[in-house]
């Protein structure tokens, strides 16, 4: 009877054990879900604020302005714009060497 009682109290002793260490490892992979989470959450948040800059950078005056300032542009009037005339001219057939035909 005593070695049951022994045996017994040896499972009960290694199932409390066991549920510690599984209550622990729990406890620990919450912690890291949450941080995880919460990491997750604040580089949503970056996320973000990164595309509403690149759209306050991307605004049709922001480019006017840089084209202007770095770029040396200014915005087209009649005045300077050149206009390209296209010459209709036959375009003469290449010149053949006067070796080349007896060749073939």
């Not at 991307?58 to 009649?78: E, G, I, K, S, Y």
């Amino acid at each position: 009877m005593i070695r049951l009682n022994l045996v017994l109290l040896a499972a009960v002793l290694a199932s409390a054990f066991y549920l510690v260490h599984t209550q622990y490892e729990s406890r620990r992979l919450y912690t890291a879900l949450d941080r995880a989470q919460a990491q997750m959450r604040k580089l949503d948040a970056e996320h973000e604020q990164l595309k509403v800059e690149r759209r306050a950078q991307a605004t049709p005056a922001r480019v006017q302005q840089l084209a202007t300032r770095q770029l040396d542009m200014r915005a087209v009037t009649p005045g300077i714009t050149q206009y390209v005339t296209v010459n209709e001219a036959p375009v003469a057939a290449p010149a053949t060497p006067a070796g080349a035909e007896g060749a073939r």
